[in-house]
């Protein structure tokens, strides 16, 4: 890391990136050619994004990581996003911070304060990393798990069933953005 000497990137750490890159080679070959452009070791942006990724894959090894939103304004490296059961979170770089974007940080408890940014909205939250700020692991891993929860959760992936509809006796049944209707001989309640 640059200036920074207050011990924010001990040797652990090092290893642990180190260990970041061997489950990287554990997965398919397009996924790590995706993987090898955001990890590029050019300053502490993508020091401190590895770090991110090791901790979500710790606290998730079931996490799945694409590579979106290639674009010119970042270079058309993408941007990271890791999912289980919908998206858990991002990882985007910027000029002076890491931010990690939960999806759904607004319904998630953070008794710690790891939420440093994004309040403005009622779905999303986000943690800042600066160049030299430390990671609270044991405390991100429990966000990211509670993360993880939620997308799980049945209260989350359960959807109210559809009701037919019963309108001058014919009944109507919206299937894939088409609806069906039918005549029918004598009127039914569907109650």
Same mark, same amino acid.
């Given at each position: ?50 770090? +991110? ?30 999912? @289980? ?21 607004a319904s998630l408890e953070d008794p710690l304060g790891l939420f440093s940014s994004s309040f403005e909205g009622s779905t999303?939250?986000? +943690?800042?990393? @600066? ?20 997308n799980t959760s049945v209260k989350a992936t359960a959807r109210p069933p559809k009701q037919p509809k019963v309108e001058g ?23």
């Amino acid at each position: 890391m640059s200036d920074c000497n207050n011990g924010s990137m001990t040797d652990s750490a090092e290893s642990s990136q180190k260990k970041a890159t061997t489950l990287m080679k554990k997965t398919t070959s397009s996924s790590i050619e995706e993987k090898a452009e955001i990890q590029k070791p050019s300053d502490w942006r993508a020091e401190m994004l590895a770090r +991110i990724r090791m901790l979500i894959q710790q606290a998730d090894p079931e996490v799945i990581e694409q590579v979106k939103w290639r674009k010119p304004s970042n270079a058309m490296a993408g941007v990271p996003v890791w999912s @289980h059961g919908g998206i858990i979170c991002t990882g985007e770089t910027y000029k002076n911070a890491v931010k990690m974007t939960f999806a759904k940080g607004a319904s998630l408890e953070d008794p710690l304060g790891l939420f440093s940014s994004s309040f403005e909205g009622s779905t999303r939250r986000a +943690i800042d990393f @600066h160049e030299c700020d430390t990671i609270d692991e044991k405390a991100l891993k429990a966000l990211i798990r509670a993360a993880v929860a939620l997308n799980t959760s049945v209260k989350a992936t359960a959807r109210p069933p559809k009701q037919p509809k019963v309108e001058g006796g014919a009944l109507r049944i919206r299937l894939n953005r088409r609806e069906l209707k039918m005549s029918l001989p004598r009127p039914i309640d569907l109650k």
